[in-house]
């Protein structure tokens, strides 16, 4: 998934204009962007997007972000949304390998209730948005075969240690929140899934997104969430391997597969070792399907 477009549970005019927007996925979001008062009216609009959605068949992943284990409202989200087959479950306010277990378990109920295959479901952690969750990220390795990526988030985090401001007077991330992402980063590798990129809040500065975006592929992560459809087209740019990294990509590929017992090959006088194969693998499989 190279892009993850946010939309409120309860509007449905942002998930008609979502419809259109070209995402990989959309969060369909019963957490944050719904008051609490409005939960239950939220998860029955969530409820009516999700059927029109299957009904229509559309490509893109539907990912619902629930509330959070320890919020009292988890219970009533899934038993809402899990009838209608969503792909992946959204975790805020994870902590650690055991919430992904814990989420599990209720997932595996639900789908036996729902009469869906077991596992049918997926998991996406937001690792960071606590201050204790820092301490969890090396325990997802393992966890659950339901971890299909991690995220991390500076929002709630910035709130959750008392900061005044994640960013700096440039726009950058100050330290407590880098060291968050480059975790998150090191924790996704640990667990073979993917890393995810926060949101970029500041939608109408598309050249500060495109930079972040770049970075953020240049050290690892392999897509990003959105809270507007207008990032969606550079997100999905910026993530979209390039003709020539494909090129060289299935050349490394094929070289190692017509010399199985080498170490190191030689392609235009350029050395490529076992960490070369496995980066080339790693970026065809972020192909999108055509």
Not at 186 to 195: E, I, L, S
Not at 211 to 237: L, S, W, Y
Not at 241 to 253: D, G, L, T, V
């Amino acid at each position: 998934m190279r892009s993850l477009l946010f939309v409120p549970a309860d509007s449905p005019r942002k998930q008609a204009r979502a419809l259109a927007c070209g995402a990989d996925a959309i969060i369909v979001d019963l957490e944050d962007s719904v008051a609490a008062q409005a939960k239950d009216a939220g998860r029955q609009a969530a409820r009516e997007f999700l059927q029109e959605w299957r009904r229509q068949e559309r490509a893109a992943r539907i990912i619902v972000r629930i509330n959070a284990l320890d919020s009292g409202l988890t219970e009533r989200d899934l038993d809402a949304l899990m009838p209608l087959r969503p792909d992946i479950i959204m975790l805020p306010k994870a902590q650690g390998g055991r919430d992904v277990q814990h989420l599990g378990a209720k997932l595996a109920v639900r789908e036996a209730e729902s009469d869906l295959p077991d596992g049918a479901t997926q998991i996406l952690p937001i690792a960071t948005e606590t201050a204790g969750a820092i301490f969890g990220l090396g325990s997802y390795a393992g966890a659950s075969r339901r971890l299909c990526a991690l995220t991390w988030g500076a929002e709630d985090l910035s709130a959750d240690i008392g900061a005044e401001s994640n960013r700096d007077a440039n726009g950058q991330y100050t330290s407590p929140y880098r060291l968050a992402r480059d975790l998150t980063l090191f924790a996704a590798a640990h667990a073979g899934v993917d890393a995810l990129d926060t949101v970029f809040v500041n939608f109408q500065d598309h050249a500060g997104l495109r930079a972040e975006c770049e970075t953020a592929r240049r050290d690892g992560f392999t897509g990003k969430m959105a809270i507007h459809p207008d990032q969606i087209a550079v997100i999905n740019e910026v993530f979209t391997p390039s003709a020539k990294a494909i090129a060289e990509a299935r050349m490394i590929i094929e070289t190692f597969a017509n010399q199985p017992d080498a170490g190191v090959i030689g392609i235009d006088g350029q050395m490529y070792d076992r960490p070369h194969l496995r980066r080339a693998e790693r970026l065809l499989a972020r192909v999108p399907k055509t």
